[in-house]
């Protein structure tokens, strides 16, 4: 006879309680204090599945011996249990894995759990969305008035980057993929994705590991099938220092390549972001030719919003205009012989290159620049902290 397993949550300790049966075939219950100093937990098995069909039902949990005897099934994240410990989320992503260990016939530590950092109260898991959904409180305090009070505001993070960090870093290259295709239609998708490799590169930098044990090389291959590859890298180097891209191409293949790929494919905005990555790798000024190839093709599709962002970076490599001067006449814009393009010099100005080829060029006497997106927040990734996308 088999007999479920009960979680339960008191004193702030969160209790398994495992039954069996003894040697008179009698009924007993063996405790244990699986983790200390929670607020609240999560059974992803009590929730819709990740397909978001209310009709779908879970099986209940098992029982030691079932969960023995077993074979494992994939299941994503629908049997993983969760819980706050007033400064991170964890996870365990198999409840399975958990109550085989923590039976009192293994000896077994009991698995690690994926500790998600947030910067807000998280009040729950959305599984089909890939989020943490939470609260943030900023204390207000006006001149007008004689008191302070709240503003509570909505925030959310994104869960899937440190579990995919988590399984490449154990090798279950299998299972990472297998949950990353679940989530592949989720419009921020892609920048869950970005979050991982751009984590990931920054601790190697900061941390360079021995050549077998560095990360970066699997993270990248396991990058590699997914459509926003060569968007996903470009955006990367967007929100990185120079002396990072470094260790990212490295393990890639030259810059060159990967604009030639995105020309093919009629990707001309990240074509422009491998640009500035080639102007900054070859001090031999071969950009300038293939800056003018990106012109042409942007000509082609009409795309003048992208003509004038790389006609601003070239007069950003040569103030004088005869880089873009040379361009022009070379994309024969139809000019007659006796017209001329007329280029007005720009006053100095302190330029970021590297934002002008992404759309969001100030000059410094602006007093910085406003960035939004398509997906609310989901950019914020930029200093490491917030991930909102709702």
Known sequence: MAYASVIFLVDAKLVLLQSSSDEDRGLKYDMRVIANNVEYFDLMRDQMS????????????????DALNTPHVDRGLRDSLWYFDGKNVQCWMDVEDLIESASTSNERDLPPTVTIETDFYPTSIVLNRMILLGIDADLVQRRDVQFAYFSFSIRTQLFLPPILHRQLAHFDDSAASSLAHQYQSLPYFSHALEILLH???DDEVDKPPAPDQALLPSVLAFLSPFPDYLDILVQCTRKTEVRSWRTLFAHLPPPQELFEQSLQKGM???AGGYLLVLHTFEENGTGSE?????LQSAKAVDDWEL???LARFLMALDETGDMLRDAVRRMDLG?????SVRLKTPTPRVVDVRDDLNGDVSPAS??????????ADEKAHGDGDGDDVL
């Open 366 to 375: 602006d007093g910085g620049r406003e960035n939004t997106s398509p997906e």
């Open 50 to 65: 990740i397909a978001g069909s209310p009709e779908t039902s879970q099986p209940p949990s098992p029982s030691p011996a």
């Open 199 to 201: 984590t990931v590169l």
């Open 335 to 339: 000019a007659t012989e006796g017209d």
């Open 290 to 294: 293939q800056c003018v190839r990106l």
């Open 307 to 309: 003509c004038k962002e």
């Open 268 to 270: 001309l905005k990240t």
